[in-house]
């Protein structure tokens, strides 16, 4: 019977210990639960929260969660996701950009091409224009059937025009002649030439001895008609503009250069012409002047270069590009590829160790061969992201990264090298972030 009450005792007893057991384990789980998201790495309490935020609108924040104003669940900014600040920038995982084919370029010395290479377009010379006009009030009789953009000779007829008030004046004159006074002669013919006649009409009334008041317009020169304001039957002013001739023997190349280009080049020196219309020809022309303005929306200064049109084969619209010949310099070189160009300021993706990233302004000169000039900004040995850079200034302005300014730069960096390099990249566990957040601040773009 004793034995019967000491076992049902030791029952009891140990039905009690496993109970409390698990209560206090279930405190301490719940504990441990309930601030699991509320502890730092260390376990040095609860982490501090500044405001929520929507990782679409940066900008906008809210003192507590909730939605955003694009209807998206806000998240919380936590005091410590400052990182480092003696190395600023955005940290992305190595399999991640692995997985994103970035690569990795170092800028380095070395020899750029002097060939500058251009588009343009053939235009008409603006220089190489005949304006026709009426000499006295008129009526036009005869057009010749021309029409802007006809292609004529020099002497070519253009219009006859019916001019009454030069028929009266050559009677008188004529009736002078038969006088044979010399000096009234004189006085007479000067008259003629006063009211507009030329040398070649008063002859051809002296000869004939007739007056002639209907006189044919003859193209000056050469080219296109640009402009031909008459037509049969109309009345014209004296000074009127009848006809607009534009000359064909030579044409201009506009070439569109950019500015970062245009002080290497001199007013003189010889281009080479390459036009779509004539694959495989080469034409020469020379650069007469470098247009004052810029164009803004492609940020490019026109580049004006005359070039003899030997048979009328150019004609303006053609398209082309057009190289400037030069020598080959020393200058510190990245890929093309790898600078962001903000319209404002031109930006490389700086590639740091420990697989962080920071954007640097740079100053950028000439271009050849996909290799651009760097004139400022940036060290001799610096590593930068040579592609996929886009993607990663996208999340260093997300998460508020400075540019580093141009005069800041900083010797040789050379990132570690990826513990997964050569081999195939595991794909990031769901959920996983993509950045570790740097410090807050202005986007580097």
């Known amino acids: 019977m004793s034995a019967f009450r000491n076992n049902r005792l030791g029952i009891a007893v140990g039905a009690l210990f496993l109970v409390g057991t698990g209560v206090g384990g279930g ?22 929260i500044l405001y929520w935020y929507d990782p679409m609108i940066p900008n906008e924040r809210y003192p507590g ?18 990182g480092d600040s003696a190395t600023p920038g955005v940290r992305i995982d190595p399999a991640l950009t692995q997985n994103l084919g970035v690569r990795y370029a170092t800028a380095r010395r070395g020899d750029l091409e002097g060939d500058l290479s251009a588009t343009a377009i053939l235009d008409y010379n603006e220089r190489d224009i005949a304006v026709v006009q009426s000499r006295a009030d008129g009526f036009v009789q005869r057009v010749y059937n021309r029409a802007p953009g006809d292609v004529i000779v020099a002497g070519a007829p253009l219009v006859d025009l019916l001019i009454p008030s030069w028929g009266g004046a050559q009677t008188e004159y004529l009736a002078v002649r038969r006088t044979g006074n010399s000096p009234l002669i004189q006085a007479a013919r000067q008259r003629l030439i006063l009211l507009g006649m030329s040398e070649t009409l008063i002859t051809s009334v002296e000869r004939s001895g007739r007056p002639r008041n209907t006189i044919t317009i003859t193209s000056p020169t050469g080219g296109v008609i ?7 039957g ?30 290497q080049l001199r007013a003189g020196q010889s281009v080479g012409v390459a036009l779509a219309a004539f694959p495989g020809e080469r034409f020469t022309g020379r650069l007469t002047a470098l247009l004052p303005e810029l164009v803004g929306d492609s940020r490019t200064v026109t580049g004006r270069i005359e070039m003899t049109n030997r048979g009328g084969r150019l004609r303006p619209g053609m398209f082309g590009r057009i190289t400037f010949g030069g020598g080959s310099t020393s200058a510190l070189l990245v890929p093309t590829e790898a600078v962001i160009r903000t319209g404002e300021r031109d930006i490389v993706m ?3 160790p420990e697989g962080r990233y920071r954007p640097a302004e740079v100053r950028i000169g000439r271009e050849a061969g996909g290799q651009t000039e ?8 610096e590593r930068i992201v040579a592609s996929g850079q886009f993607l990663i200034d996208s999340e260093a302005s997300l998460t508020g990264v400075t540019a580093r300014p141009i005069g800041e730069t900083s010797g040789p960096v050379r990132a570690p090298a990826s513990p997964t390099a050569g081999r195939p990249a595991a794909a990031a566990p769901p959920g996983a972030s993509m950045v570790a957040p740097a410090p807050r601040g202005r986007s580097g773009q």
Do not use: F
């Open 234 to 263: 109309m009345s014209v002013t004296q000074g009127m503009t009848l006809a607009e001739i534009n000359g064909l023997a030579t044409v201009w190349v506009n070439a569109a250069i950019p500015e970062a280009l245009a002080s």
């Open 27 to 48: 405190l301490v789980i719940a504990q441990r639960m309930d601030g699991a998201a509320d502890v730092t790495t260390d376990g040095g309490g609860e982490r501090e």
């Open 65 to 82: 969660p909730g939605k955003s104003s694009m209807n998206m669940d806000t998240i919380p900014r936590y005091a410590d996701e400052g």
């Open 374 to 381: 760097i004139l400022a900004g940036l060290g001799e040995g």
């Open 350 to 352: 700086l590639a740091l």
């Open 226 to 232: 640009k402009t031909l304001g008459v037509r049969a």
